[in-house]
């Protein structure tokens, strides 16, 4: 199998990805609001806990890490766009 065919294959999952991706971060913005009205910590450890057991509780023990780290990087890049959203949100409320 050439490069070229691997690349290939990969293409089509990456389009998949950042489709889903969007959809989850637009889902993190929905969270933020929620948060800020409920005075909600930005974080929850619990929570990212139950993530990463439920994302790789069906993967092989080879990408077992793998898939943790991906999911710690998706989780943080949703917390910082969450935290983007609740500056917003609270910038609107208290105009300077």
Do not use: C, G, W
């Not at 199998?1 to 999952?13: C, F, G, H, N, V």
């Not at 948060?35 to 092989?60: C, G, S």
């Amino acid at each position: 199998m050439a490069l070229t065919d691997s690349r290939e294959k990969i293409d089509p999952i990456d389009l998949q990805l950042t489709q889903l991706l969007t959809q989850r971060l637009a889902i993190s913005k929905e969270i933020a609001q929620v948060k800020v009205a409920e005075h909600i910590p930005l974080t929850n450890k619990e929570r990212e806990q139950e993530v990463y057991a439920r994302v790789t509780q069906d993967a092989t023990p080879e990408v077992q890490p793998y898939l943790r780290t991906l999911f710690e990087d998706i989780i943080l890049v949703s917390k910082q766009y969450q935290a983007h959203q609740i500056q917003l949100i609270n910038d609107q409320e208290n105009p300077k």
